[in-house]
DNA sequence: GGTGAATTTGGCCATGTGTCCAGAATCTTC
DNA sequence: GAAGATTCTGGACACATGGCCAAATTCACC
């Protein structure tokens, strides 16, 4: 049984976690600009139209307002691909239709991946936000796994890899696309497109 | 034809060079600790008993010091492998050698690795030292394009991925093991041998 | 509308940053 | 061993950083 009290600090909690969430939405793209490390709470007040404070009142720390704003896209970025496992019926739609879309989010948001990957690194150096970094990897893992055992499923058959090798292969095809594209190669939206849809058909 | 004074200039640049390669080493470890952007010329300074001043008598900044630090070390990385690919007489020694060196690597210097994939993320960010880690990006990809190319030919066959294909893929692997192993993942030395023996053989 | 809580502001602090340089120390050359 | 070039030192400089907080503002509720 819930209280009114508990109601009342339910709903102010609920509260306080939308305005973080906006907040760190709001940052997150000034983050991505520049990166972590040259990314200062200044910057990030600059380009927001916030106060330093106010980025003090809803987080403890630059660590915890980036780990809040990085799990926010990137977990719901994991789960872009939900629908394409769940509705496609055939293997070649399934490569093709991960293949569309995987393109897709390299070429409209190579600023969040390259953040992500910045973000990733750091987290080698020093454990601030390292325990979030390792909950998207795993995300990231399980949606890659779940693209290839569908796969599979709908060809009949079974993985020939298992499921970190398979994560491991597409996040270091996309990286290298992503690096590319970031180098100025347009090339690249067409090579993780054709690539990954190579492996994906390679891992049965 | 050489002068004197020629000659004599020549001897100044290669002693002013020598000492500009061993002060970029001394200096190599200490920014590997603790990353390129948490690591000032201080720390360095600090670690290895050398001036701040001497740095910018020999680099021109910062970026410079880290530029031919870590093209020293990854250069010369990456040409680890050329005795494996010139002296294995079968597909089978080949695979066994370069996943052993692979894998040693991996284990005996982590924080090199770390560091080399922190400096080539922050380069995405701005042009410091872009051009040095395209260089190295090239010699990495020139040295797995050598392995792969020498074991088609060994298996007299042709290889059925691109360079840059096979670059990305043993990239990734590498990299997702190299995470593991530095979250504590002791198997990741072991799989790291055993997944790039696997690829390779799947690359024809 | 008044009262207390929640929210927001903008500036302060100590510390750390890359860069630079005047002068000291060392080496070279005659 | 004198003179001049090279090498090296350690501190100064201007600025950026994350964290913090007293005071101002806005809000919710009776």
């Avoid at 991505?32 to 490390?37: M, N, R, V, W």
């Avoid at 897709?104 to 953040?115: F, I, Q």
Wanted: overall charge negative; hydrophobic content about 40%; glycine content about 4%.
């Amino acid at each position: 049984m819930t209280t009114a009290t508990e109601r009342a600090e339910r709903s102010a909690t609920d509260k306080f976690d939308a305005r973080r969430r906006e907040l760190a939405d709001s940052a997150l793209a000034a983050i991505a600009e520049h990166g972590f490390a040259r990314t200062g709470l200044r910057d990030i007040s600059a380009r927001t139209d916030l106060s330093t404070g106010i980025l003090h009142y809803y987080f403890t720390g630059k660590d915890d307002l980036i780990a809040q704003a990085i799990w926010q896209y990137k977990s719901e970025c994991a789960r872009r691909y939900d629908p394409i496992v769940a509705t496609s019926t055939s293997a070649d739609e399934l490569i093709e239709r991960f293949g569309v879309e995987i393109s897709a989010t390299l070429r409209d948001e190579s600023d969040m991946h390259r953040l992500w990957y910045d973000l990733r690194n750091q987290s080698l150096f020093e454990d601030g936000f390292r325990d979030t970094i390792i909950a998207i990897d795993e995300l990231l893992a399980d949606m890659v796994w779940a693209v290839v055992t569908k796969h599979a499923e709908l060809r009949g058959a079974s993985p020939t890899v298992d499921r970190e090798t398979a994560y491991a292969l597409v996040d270091g095809l996309f990286l290298n696309c992503l690096i590319g594209y970031l180098r100025g190669d347009l090339e690249a939206l067409d090579h993780i497109r054709k690539r990954s849809a190579a492996l994906l058909a390679a891992s049965i």
